[in-house]
């Protein structure tokens, strides 16, 4: 089947094909991260002015390290800014077009779509699908770690209970997947599948997708 086909299908909403997947966009997160990157531009442009103020041209009078120092923070200040900026078109041209960016799973194809560019592999060329960024999250009991002296004095301070709760969640936090990658065996190309959690869980694609691919595979 063309995409094209697979495509306008899997946007007749109830009607698609008993066993198709069909992840679009989601709205809610789009709009959370455009939230974000505005704040990100207030921030980082905000921030820019500020320490353009204090520092030009004292600090560029004063010698090279101050001058070298002060440059280093206004370009991380402006990577903030114009990065944020450009994000926000992004994800606002995504929301303005959100009909025309889904992930499809058929069960003999894989099909994207973002805006005009459409991607498709047959999911018998799928191999080597990976949650690329952190491990995925741990789903066995955790034990309850041995104390340290470091959990103590800072259970102290702040509390056993809020100090053994953050760590867990710092640790749970960085697990997580943040994009998602197969090798189309056709060509040997790496095909990126998210980079994002916009379509969904990338751990939870993945399983799809490894899923999907196997029990074609298994036939040929």
Known sequence: MEAAEI?????????????????PLSRKKLIVGILGWIFGIVLGF???????????PIDFQSG?????????ILAILLF???GSAWSLIVDVNRLR?????????????FV???GNKVIHVPLSSVRYVTARGR?????TPEREPMPRSRDNVVGFLVGRGLASSN?????RRMRTPTSLAFIDTRNDSEVTVVNDTSYGDPFMIATLLKEYAASVQSLV
């Open 167 to 171: 760590e867990g969640w710092r640790r």
């Open 7 to 23: 495509l306008e299908q899997a946007k007749t909403g109830p009607d698609t094909p008993h066993g198709w997947i069909v992840l």
């Open 112 to 114: 994207k779509q973002e």
């Open 97 to 109: 077009h959100i009909r025309e960016h889904m992930i499809v799973l058929t069960q003999e194809d």
């Open 64 to 72: 090279v390290l101050p001058a070298l120092f002060s440059t280093f």
């Open 135 to 139: 491990r995925p999250p741990d789903r």
């Open 46 to 56: 905000g921030l820019f002015v500020m320490v353009a103020f204090a520092t030009i």
């Open 80 to 82: 903030v800014g114009l």
